[in-house]
C-alpha cells in the first residue's frame, strides 16, 4: 500500500512538473519576436508588421485596387493577391555603403507569411529567374529587378507552405542567414543582435513596430526628413516604435538618448516642432472654412504628446480608425 502511495504521488508530481514546463514554454514563446522577425538576418533596423488585425479593421482586402500590368501577372501566374493573403511581414534594413549605388541608401531583406500556392510560385519564378541556386534544401530564385540603366539582383525563396523570403542585396549572404535561421529556428529567442537587444521594448500586444535606426529609408544628408520636413535628429538615432489597438490606434515612438541631458534636448525641440505642426495645420483649416473640417486628422493632432522618459524621448498619439480607413482606401482616379 505504501509502495502505491509513492508511485501515485511520484506519478502526480511528474505530471506537475510537466504541466509547469508547459506553461513556461507558452509564456515564454507568447513574449518572444514574432517567427518572421526571428529569421531576418543582422541589419541596422528591423521593421514588422501584423497585417490581420490592420485587414479586419479597415477591410482593404476588399477594396478595388488599381494593379500595374507587372503586378496583375504576377497575380494571375501565382494566385496570390497580397491584401488578402499576406498575414504578416517583416523587414530588415541594411545601411549600404554606397548610397549612389543600384541599392541607394538602404536595402532590404523580408520574409512574409500567409497563404501562398508554392507549386504555382515556383513555376512563375522559374520563368522569370536569371539564375537558380540551391541552398539548405532550398531553391533560391534570383531576378533583375531595374530600369535597364541600373539593375540590381533580387532573390527569393520559399521556407515553407506559408512562408517567403526575399532580399534585394548584392549579395546571397542575407538570404543565406535567413535560410539558415530557418533550418535552426526551434528557440523562440533567436534571432539577430539587434532583435535581441531592443525587441524587450516594445510594448506588449504591438501589432506593429520598428526597432532601430528607423530613420534610415528617410535619411537625407544625415538627418531625417520626412514628406521634405527636417527633423532636429542624425539618421542613426536609435528608435523603438510601435502601434497597438486600445479603442482606438496607439502609436509610440521611443527615442533612445545617450544620456538624459540628450534626452530633455530631444524632448524640447520636437514638442517645439509639434506645436509648430499644430499650428499650420490650424492655419490651414482656418483657411478652408467652407471645406468641412477632418475630424480624424483633427484629433491626430490633438492626441499628439511628448515627454521625457530618463534618457528617452517619447512621443504618442491616438490614430483614428476612420483616417486608417481613409488612408487604405485607394483615391478614384479623377479625384485629388
Same mark, same amino acid.
Given at each position: 500500500m505504501s509502495l502505491m502511495r509513492k508511485r501515485t504521488r511520484y506519478s502526480l508530481l511528474l505530471m506537475l512538473a510537466l504541466m509547469?514546463?508547459?506553461?513556461?514554454?507558452?509564456?515564454?514563446r507568447k513574449a518572444a519576436p514574432?517567427?518572421?522577425?526571428?529569421?531576418l538576418p543582422e541589419s541596422d533596423a528591423i521593421v514588422y508588421a501584423n497585417l490581420?488585425?490592420?485587414?479586419?479593421a479597415t477591410h482593404f482586402d476588399r477594396t478595388q485596387v488599381d494593379r500595374s500590368p507587372d503586378y496583375q501577372r504576377f497575380i494571375d501566374a501565382t494566385g496570390i493577391v497580397p491584401e488578402r493573403d499576406l498575414d504578416c511581414a517583416a523587414f530588415a534594413l541594411h545601411r549600404m555603403d554606397d548610397p549612389n549605388g543600384p541599392n541607394g541608401p538602404v536595402? %532590404?531583406?523580408?520574409?512574409f507569411e500567409g497563404r501562398f500556392d508554392?507549386?504555382?510560385?515556383?513555376? %512563375?519564378?522559374?520563368?522569370?529567374a536569371t539564375a537558380k541556386e540551391s541552398y539548405s534544401g532550398h531553391d533560391i530564385y534570383t531576378i533583375a529587378v531595374g530600369d535597364g540603366k541600373v539593375v540590381r539582383p533580387f532573390r527569393i525563396a520559399q521556407l515553407g507552405y506559408d512562408t517567403i523570403a526575399a532580399s534585394n542585396m548584392p549579395t546571397p549572404e542575407q538570404i543565406h542567414s535567413i535560410l539558415d535561421r530557418h533550418r535552426a529556428a526551434a528557440s523562440p529567442f533567436s534571432g539577430s543582435s539587434l532583435l535581441s537587444a531592443w525587441y524587450r521594448d516594445v510594448p506588449a500586444f504591438?501589432?506593429?513596430?520598428?526597432?532601430?535606426?528607423?530613420?534610415?529609408?528617410?535619411?537625407?544628408?544625415? %538627418?531625417i526628413s520626412i514628406f521634405g520636413l527636417q527633423l532636429p535628429l542624425p539618421e542613426d538615432t536609435t528608435f523603438v516604435a510601435s502601434l497597438r489597438y486600445l479603442g482606438t490606434l496607439h502609436l509610440r515612438i521611443e527615442q533612445i538618448a545617450p544620456t538624459e541631458a540628450d534626452a530633455a534636448h530631444a524632448t524640447e525641440t520636437l514638442a517645439s516642432l509639434i506645436t509648430l505642426v499644430k499650428s499650420v495645420t490650424q492655419t490651414q483649416a482656418q483657411m478652408h472654412r467652407n471645406a468641412p473640417p477632418?475630424?480624424?486628422v483633427h484629433d491626430l493632432m490633438e492626441s499628439t504628446k511628448i515627454e521625457q522618459h530618463k534618457d528617452r524621448a517619447v512621443v504618442t498619439a491616438n490614430i483614428p480608425l476612420?483616417?486608417?480607413?481613409?488612408?487604405?482606401?485607394?483615391?478614384p482616379e479623377g479625384r485629388p
Amino acid at each position: 500500500m505504501s509502495l502505491m502511495r509513492k508511485r501515485t504521488r511520484y506519478s502526480l508530481l511528474l505530471m506537475l512538473a510537466l504541466m509547469a514546463a508547459l506553461v513556461v514554454v507558452l509564456v515564454l514563446r507568447k513574449a518572444a519576436p514574432p517567427e518572421a522577425a526571428r529569421l531576418l538576418p543582422e541589419s541596422d533596423a528591423i521593421v514588422y508588421a501584423n497585417l490581420k488585425p490592420l485587414r479586419a479593421a479597415t477591410h482593404f482586402d476588399r477594396t478595388q485596387v488599381d494593379r500595374s500590368p507587372d503586378y496583375q501577372r504576377f497575380i494571375d501566374a501565382t494566385g496570390i493577391v497580397p491584401e488578402r493573403d499576406l498575414d504578416c511581414a517583416a523587414f530588415a534594413l541594411h545601411r549600404m555603403d554606397d548610397p549612389n549605388g543600384p541599392n541607394g541608401p538602404v536595402g %532590404y531583406s523580408e520574409v512574409f507569411e500567409g497563404r501562398f500556392d508554392g507549386e504555382r510560385l515556383a513555376r %512563375y519564378l522559374a520563368t522569370i529567374a536569371t539564375a537558380k541556386e540551391s541552398y539548405s534544401g532550398h531553391d533560391i530564385y534570383t531576378i533583375a529587378v531595374g530600369d535597364g540603366k541600373v539593375v540590381r539582383p533580387f532573390r527569393i525563396a520559399q521556407l515553407g507552405y506559408d512562408t517567403i523570403a526575399a532580399s534585394n542585396m548584392p549579395t546571397p549572404e542575407q538570404i543565406h542567414s535567413i535560410l539558415d535561421r530557418h533550418r535552426a529556428a526551434a528557440s523562440p529567442f533567436s534571432g539577430s543582435s539587434l532583435l535581441s537587444a531592443w525587441y524587450r521594448d516594445v510594448p506588449a500586444f504591438s501589432s506593429a513596430w520598428a526597432i532601430g535606426h528607423i530613420g534610415l529609408p528617410f535619411s537625407d544628408r544625415g %538627418y531625417i526628413s520626412i514628406f521634405g520636413l527636417q527633423l532636429p535628429l542624425p539618421e542613426d538615432t536609435t528608435f523603438v516604435a510601435s502601434l497597438r489597438y486600445l479603442g482606438t490606434l496607439h502609436l509610440r515612438i521611443e527615442q533612445i538618448a545617450p544620456t538624459e541631458a540628450d534626452a530633455a534636448h530631444a524632448t524640447e525641440t520636437l514638442a517645439s516642432l509639434i506645436t509648430l505642426v499644430k499650428s499650420v495645420t490650424q492655419t490651414q483649416a482656418q483657411m478652408h472654412r467652407n471645406a468641412p473640417p477632418d475630424a480624424g486628422v483633427h484629433d491626430l493632432m490633438e492626441s499628439t504628446k511628448i515627454e521625457q522618459h530618463k534618457d528617452r524621448a517619447v512621443v504618442t498619439a491616438n490614430i483614428p480608425l476612420e483616417l486608417i480607413r481613409r488612408l487604405a482606401t485607394p483615391t478614384p482616379e479623377g479625384r485629388p
